[in-house]
Every structure is written in C-alpha cells, then in structure tokens.
C-alpha cells in the first residue's frame, strides 16, 4: 500500500478537479491464475475514493443522517470503503447523485419484494454488470487464489461495522461457518456450491483463520468457479460467510445453554429443545431481509428494515461500506418504501399514476406500448434492457418412463427435426413482440418440408387421420403441461403446439398449478413443458435445463451414479463440460461456455427459441445512474446508486 | 328462549369442530405445501435455497409433521390459548394478519348493508306501491343492470374513468401517508371519503336484489284480503302500507342475515382485489392459494362462525319481529 500513495494523491488532486466527470466503475483485471493479490481498489489507483488515504474528513454523508448523534462518517466507514462498482463503465456514464428521496416499489407478495431483495443483496464478492466476466472484492477488502485454484484467502475489510455500529471481526465469520455451517443440527447436509465437487467424491471445503482480518476457504479440488459463485450464482449474499454474532449467538445453543433459551423457545412458539427452529427464525438470510424479522436485525446492506406489515419501510444504513468516486457515502436515495398491491394489474395502474418509482419484475413486454404512451404523464420512464436468462425454452423429457416415447425423442434426429418446425421468428414477433432475438445457439433454419421429410425417414408414419403414428403404432402425442406461475408460458406453448402440428403431430396443451408441476417434474412425470434456463446466458451457472429435459440422467450425475440412470456418453460429455465450469478459472471457463453452447446445438438437447431478451424496467424518470445497456438486473443491483436528479 | 339460544350455542361446538377439519384436510389437498410453493417462487426468481434451509423451515413451521399432528396443534394453541397459529407465508401471528383487516372488513361491510337496506327497501316499497309507473320501470332498470353486471367489473370500469379523467389511481382505503399508521381520527377522516367507492360497488348487486325482493313480496301481500280488508274498513293508507305488507315484505331480508354477513365479507374478494382494498378477502385468496394452512383455516373458522352467528340472529329476529313465527310452536 505505502508504494503506491504518492501516485495516489496525484490521483486524488486529479480527481478532485474533474470531480463531475468522475468514473466509478472500478475494474479490475480478471482473476489470474497467478497469486494476485487483490486490494479492494489498489489495482486501479485511479479509482480510489478521494482521500481514502490519510485525510478522511472529505467524506460526505447524507443530511438525512445530520443530528441523528451518530459517530461522524469517516468512523463509520471502513478504513477502505468499497469504491461502487456495480456496473462496468460501457453499461452506465456515473454520475455523481445528490442525497435525499424515498424510492416506492410495489409487490404482489406479502413479504418477499424482489425490487428490494436486489438492490440490498451484497455478496463478499460482486461482478460488475453481473456479467461474471470480472470479480471484484465487495463486501471483503481483497481476496486471493491460489495457482491450483483450491485456496481462497480472504481479507475483511478493516473498520467494517453491521448497521448497529458493532465492527464486523473474524469471530462473526468463525460464527457463521464453524457454528452454522458446520453445526449438523442447523445445515444438516451442506449446499453443493460449498463442497469441492458435485459428485460423491465431493468433500467439504476446510476452513482456516489467518489473522484477525484474514481467513482461508480451500477445497481438496481445483475449484476456480467458487468466486463466481459467491458473486452471482442463485443470487448469493454475503450471509453464508458472515453472521452477526453478537446479535445471534443469544439464540446459538453453544452460546447460551438450552435452560436459557426455553422462555424465548416458549415464546416463539416451538417445542422444549427446539432451540435449531428458534435460531432460523431469528437468522436473516440474504433472501428474507424484506422478512418481519428482519426489523432490527444488523446487516451490511444499504438500508435497513424498519418497519414490517402491508407498507414495508427501509432506512439508510449508516453504517453502509461503499462511497463514490466523490466520497460520498452511499446511498443516495434515504428511504424505500414497498407497498402491498393485490394483483398485477395494480403494479401496472400505479406506475401509470406515477406512485411507483421502480418496478423490474412485473413489466411483462405487451405492457410496454401501454407504459411508453403514458411516460409524460406519469413522470417515469421505461428502460429496455436485457434479460440474464433464456426465456422459457421447450424441453421434451429425454427419461421419461416410457420406451417408445423414449425411442422417439431421444432420436437426435427427430430433435432436429422439431427444430426445424420452429419458427423462431414467429416467436420471437409473437411472445416477445420483437424485443428478442431468434436464439442462434441451434440452428435458426425454419423448413416445414425438410423436417418432415427427417420424421417420415425415422418411420412416424402418418396414420389415416394425417398424424404421426409412434413406433407401437398408435399416434405419438408430445403432452405439453405447462406451469401457471408464468403467463408467457401458455402463449409461447400455443405457438409451439401450431408449429410442430404442422409436422403432422399430435401436440397437446395443458395448464397446470405452479406447485403441481414441480412435483410432478421432481417425480418424472411430465413429458413436455416449459422452462427457463440461466445457462446459455449467464453462463457460470450449472443450470441448463438438465433437471427439466433429463431429470433421471440428471439424478445420476448429481448422485454420483447412485440414482436415476446413467445417462449416454454425448449427455455425459455437456454435463461434465458444465461442471467442469466450477473447476475452470474465470477466463477458460469463458473459452468452455461456447462449446457448451455448441454441444447444446449439436444435439437439440432442449429447444432454445430466443435470446437477447428485453426486461423491461419502469423507473421514476428523475432517477439518476440508470441505464438501458446491459442486463436490468444489474441495474437493480446498482440499487445504492440511484439518485433523485433535482 | 333464552334456552332456545343456549341450544342453539351448543350445537355450534360439533358443527364448528366439523368445519375445523374439513377445511384443514381441504387446505392440505392440493399437492406439495406452503414450502413447494414458496420454493418455487424462488426458483422462478433464479434465487437458489439449500436443502437444509428448506429442512430447517420445514420444522420450523412443523411441516414436516403429520397432518393430524398438525391439525392438533393448531387446535390445541386455539382452545387452551386462543391462539390462531402462525401465518407462515406472512411470518407473523395470524391474529396481527387478519385483526386489521378484518375489522376494515366489517366496517365496509355494515356500512354497505345499511345503505343497500336504506336504499333498496323504500325504493321497493315505491316500485310495488307504483306498479307499471315511470318510476318502477326506471328502477326495475337500474335494478337489472345492478344484477347482471358483476362488482369487480363495475369498480374497473370506474377505476378506469377515473384515472383517465383525472390521473389519480383511486386504490386502497388510505392515502400513503396513512398506510399503516396508527388509527386515529385523521385516519378515520382520510378514510371515509374513499369508503365511497367500494361501499357503492359492493352494495350494488344487493341493492338491486333487495328492490326486486321487496317489490315482489310487497305486490303480492298487497293483494291479500286482509290488505283489501283493511282497507275497507278505512284505515289509512300510510299506516296500512306499513303496519302490514311491509312488515311481511322484509321478512326475507331478515332470514337472509345468516349468509348476508359472510357473504359481504367474503364476496367482496373481487372487488377488493380490483380496488386494491386491504381487506379480508384477497388475504383469503392469497392463503388458499400458497396453502398457508393455518391463516385460511382460521379465516374459514372465522367465517364459519359468522355464518352460524348470522342465521342464529336472523332466527331470533324473526321469532321476534313475525307473530306466525313466534307462536308457531305453541299451537302444537
């Protein structure tokens, strides 16, 4: 560090003179193979928060915060805070923000607002623009890899307090692996992602305290994809890894004896003993922190919860770890506020009255037109960005308990054929009314003829009434179940059920409850249906629709041979390329992703129709660092900062 | 009577136990649980759960206990403690997720029966009294047109020309700044006047109902002789009209208050979800639909006793208000 501060004040009298064109994205090369070590901010000097070495009376708080009797700022931020970085600088121009303002989101769910969920979510590590293409230290000040990828060290960031001002120590990291993670009563059986492989040789990883600021996380296998995980995968957060002790070990049985415990146990409302149910329902994962229980809970997001029920209500968090380039503590925006709306078509009528200042979720595309018309009037704007997945690809269940379904689909030929009978630009006009791409992952060919021509080769003869006879030599009829939960769902599964009628088939559709359908896909049980898949677009995920196209070969290979069937060798070949992701560092795992793509489009495992999708995103049109580049949800992690312009 | 009433009590503790576990076992039909659901929801949203968080909810909520275990449960807390269990998908006591909300409820809902009883009856009176007149077949109109447009669809239609023509969203019962706050008499104040539009709209299809009823129960006591009689023997025309065929008239409203209240608490789920109204129904809905089993079991219950208590009432009153009622029984 000392090396580098002469450079660092040059840079900082610098900054201080372009202080409007200031950049905040900071980035930082991709993770080597090399030892790096990685400092929060030192690897870009240049994006070092004004003054973050020595005098650090510059930082800036939010008037909101004036007179609250709270220590002054600069000892309320970590000695390095965490210089933003959320989106990379081609996705958004920053600009300096202004404080003040309570942003209004409306969800549909009692206690579960998912607007809210990721503009709080910090993971220890962040990718900006959730791209997965460069890893940052976020909530830790630095971390390194090994050169065989098995050890992760890292460095908390020194001076880190949880909102209620206590400082976050090595003691709340040992709490939350050595007390919960490996405690067998509270994780029973350990996530996947936290174990060297997902096969049965897999093997807890280890866990090693350095020093009172450093701790190691190493796996007995190369493991290069686990900091992808801790950034982005399934929208991990920083509570795995840190837990407030000093708030949660009242209610750890370790800490305080069972006798102790029994009136609150009482209380809650469980059995004698039952201490494990008591310390859940006091805990906050990263996903329940629009929970009641997370009223008065310490956290390290950027605004704390202070009120529960049909109005949920946010605060700043004084105590927050990231500034901008100005050093500016962030947030911008004081307060959040999410209302409680019946139904969807509520969400919609109060953005139009303009009483919503962002909404991500509930904006489907045929809404669009009807939001663009009334921009003026309501005082927002809507925002075209991308989507971080495929949407609902077409799966026809590989393993279903069936031979001569069997015989038929797991032809690659007759896969090829179907997709052929797609036409993907019909789709892409139809359900996504042109804000998609027809997807080029399997070939984009639309030939009737061809693919008719491949299913009489085959032997699906038709029979006298025009459709295609199975080799038993009754029809073959593709049944389409398809999940309620989405409403494009059922208008993309028409289109399909026309399209691949044309191959003289016998398509059918119906719609099922969202909870019926997970049940009878977790059994085996459905032949076709819809579903989305992370994969082909975020591509550090391991989820490509296996479970759903595959759900027996899908067993066997997490099982490590013990359930389900084993799968062919091609099926073997795209599984093992999508797991060997995790073992890959980030750049060759980037190499591997197009031959996954390639396997996929080689053998039509699925069907995937389009790509490029637009996530629309309403936002009050005063708010500042938005942009329509790159994916909406990474404008929604970008949450800290937005900012009302005046 | 009074042990007439006593009688009547008591058989409500079979038939509530009944309805108790019918409608827990109900709840619990659709496959999977709240947790399946709550899973899936996630899923959909890209969010990954380990299956430890998921086996530490599951006992958490005590789901992974048999059905009857829970039910006994459910019931034990209710009888000993009064306690309604916990409402898992809101994360909170049942008794704080509906006590709100339910008296919003009863308030619409009186309110909305006193206006359709205020409006609905002396229009009938009019319309019987009036037959073929302009007036009759002007409210007979209206009355149709009450009947056969559903609520929810009425209260979009006016949400609608409201926003167009003057851009204000008309939702809920509050204005943001009173949303969860603390009731007082600003509260009060800054509620009313929104009272207005769900009170209208939820009366709508009963005031319509009630003119129809009360003009054909009044047309037909109208030409009875003891109508005919009376009026031959001079007494007044007012008095006639309500001493007799009146009271006759609205008997049936009074039978009615047995399925009158649950019905207006429970039949303005629509149109509470359309107006975005936090009230009962649309938790109803909500719960039924995640399956949060002890929340919609005890808003059944709830409502269950409602209906019981309604038709007990409505049986009272009618023994009290029609003498054919009252000493029916004594003749034997």
């Known amino acids: 560090m000392k090396k580098i501060t002469p450079y660092l004040l040059a840079v900082s009298l610098m900054l201080v003179t372009v202080l409007t064109a200031c950049e905040s994205t900071g980035v930082n090369t991709p993770v080597s193979d090399s030892e790096v070590v990685k400092p929060a901010d030192s690897a870009q000097p240049a994006d070092q928060p004004v003054q973050a070495q020595g005098n650090t009376a510059d930082y800036k708080q939010s008037p909101f915060l004036d007179g609250k009797g709270l220590p002054p700022v600069q000892d309320r931020l970590p000695k390095e805070p965490k210089l933003t970085n959320e989106l990379p600088k081609d996705a958004l121009d920053y600009q300096i923000g202004t404080y003040g303002g309570t942003l209004r989101t409306v969800r549909t769910d009692v206690i579960s607002d998912s607007d809210l969920f990721i503009i709080e979510n910090e993971p220890l590590v962040n990718t900006p623009g959730v791209l997965g293409e460069e890893i940052t230290p976020n909530v830790v000040q630095s971390y390194q890899v090994s050169d065989d990828q098995q050890v992760f060290t890292f460095m908390l960031r020194e001076g880190l307090r949880w909102s209620d001002g206590k400082p976050v120590t090595i003691d709340d990291v040992k709490f939350a692996v050595e007390d919960v993670l490996f405690n067998k009563e509270l994780t029973p059986t350990l996530p996947l992602w936290l174990v060297s492989s997902s096969d049965e040789t897999g093997k807890p990883f280890t866990f090693e305290v350095v020093d009172e600021h450093t701790f190691k996380i190493s796996f007995d296998k190369p493991y290069g994809g686990f900091l992808i995980q801790l950034a982005v995968q399934g929208w991990k957060g920083y509570t795995d890894f840190l837990k407030p002790k000093h708030y949660l070990q009242q209610f750890h049985v370790k800490y305080t004896p069972l006798a102790e415990l029994e009136p609150l146990i009482k209380s809650a409302g469980f059995q004698p003993g039952e201490w494990v149910n008591l310390f859940v329902s006091k805990d906050v994962l990263n996903n329940e922190i629009t929970q009641p229980k997370a009223v008065g809970f310490p956290v390290l997001s950027p605004y704390i919860q202070v009120k529960a029920g049909d109005v949920i209500e946010f605060e700043r968090n004084p105590y927050y770890f990231k500034v901008d380039s100005a050093g500016n503590q962030l947030p911008y925006i004081d307060k959040l506020q999410s209302t409680l709306v019946q139904n969807i078509e509520m969400v919609n009528l109060k953005i139009l009255a303009g009483e919503v200042d962002h909404s991500y979720e509930f904006i489907s595309i045929p809404k669009v037109p009807l939001l663009k018309e009334n921009e003026q009037k309501g005082g927002y704007k809507v925002y075209i960005n991308n989507l971080h997945r495929t949407a609902n690809d077409i799966h026809l269940n590989l393993t279903y308990n069936d031979p001569v379904w069997r015989k038929v689909v797991r032809d690659v030929r007759f896969r090829e054929a179907l997709n052929l009978g797609l036409d993907k630009n019909e789709i892409v006009d139809t359900v996504f009314y042109g804000f998609a791409k027809p997807s080029e992952i399997e070939s984009i060919e639309h030939n009737v003829e061809k693919a008719n021509q491949i299913l009489d080769e085959i032997g699906l003869k038709k029979g006298a009434d025009g459709l295609r006879l199975g080799p038993d030599g009754n029809v073959f009829t593709i049944p389409f179940e398809i999940s309620s939960a989405n409403s494009d769902y059922i208008v993309l599964a028409q289109l399909v059920a026309e399209q691949w009628k044309q191959l003289g088939l016998d398509v059918t559709l119906k719609q099922i409850d969202g909870a019926l359908w997970t049940t009878r896909n977790k059994a085996n049980e459905l032949k076709a249906t819809i579903a989305f898949t992370p994969g082909p677009v975020q591509w550090a995920r391991t989820e490509w629709g296996q479970n759903t196209w595959a759900p027996l070969w899908d067993q066997w290979w997490n099982s490590g041979g013990k359930l389900g069937e084993e799968p062919p060798q091609e099926a073997k070949d795209l599984f093992q390329a999508i797991f060997a992701l995790r073992e890959l560092s980030l750049e060759e795992a980037l190499v591997k992703r197009n031959d996954i793509r390639t396997k996929i489009g080689d053998q039509y495992w699925y069907f995937i129709h389009s790509e490029d999708i637009a996530a629309p995103v309403a936002v009050n049109a005063r708010i500042g660092n938005i942009s329509d580049k790159g994916w909406g949800i990474a404008q929604n992690f970008a949450g800290e900062q937005w900012f009302f312009n005046k | ?332």
């Open chain 2, 1 to 332: 009577m009074l042990r007439y009433i006593c009688n009547r009590l008591l058989q409500l503790i079979p038939i509530l136990f009944a309805i108790s576990l019918i409608v827990f076992i109900i709840i619990q039909l659709p496959p999977g649980d709240f947790l399946t659901t709550y899973v899936e929801q996630l899923r959909l949203t890209g969010t990954e759960v380990a299956d430890s968080t998921i086996a530490n909810l599951k006992a958490q909520y005590g789901l992974d206990q048999p059905l009857y275990a829970q039910y006994l449960l459910w019931m034990k807390n209710m009888i000993l403690h009064g306690d309604l269990g916990t409402s898992i998908q809101w994360n909170m006591p049942v008794s704080e997720v509906i006590g709100d909300r339910l008296m919003l409820t009863i308030i619409i809902s009186l309110i909305s029966l006193i206006v359709v009883w205020a409006i609905a009856i002396p229009i009938g009176i009019y319309s019987a009294t009036h037959q073929y007149s302009f007036g009759d077949y002007f409210f007979s109109f209206i009355g149709f047109i009450g009947l056969a447009v559903p609520g929810f669809l009425i209260a979009l239609i006016l949400v609608y020309i409201v926003f167009t023509q003057t851009g204000v969203s008309i939702t809920g019962l509050f204005s943001p700044e009173y949303q969860g706050a603390p009731w007082s008499w600003d509260k009060v104040w800054n509620m009313l006047p929104r009272l207005a539009i769900p009170v209208v709209i939820i009366g709508m299809s009963g005031t319509a109902g009630l003119i129809r009823i009360t003009r054909g129960m009044l047309l037909d006591e109208l030409s009875k002789q003891y109508v005919i009689t009376a009026r031959a023997k001079g007494v007044a025309e007012q008095k006639l009209l309500f001493k007799y065929p009146v009271r006759m008239a609205i008997n049936p409203l009074i039978s009615t208050i047995g399925w009158t209240l649950p019905a207006l608490i429970s039949g303005e789920a629509i149109v509470s979800i359309v107006l975005n109204l936090p009230t009962t129904g649309p938790v109803l809905l909500k719960a039924l639909m995640v399956q949060d089993m002890y929340l919609a079991g005890s808003f059944l219950l709830i409502l269950s006793v409602l209906t019981v208590c309604g038709t007990l009432i409505s049986d009272i009153l009618l023994a009290a208000l029609d003498p054919r009622i009252r000493f029916g029984g004594v003749n034997r």
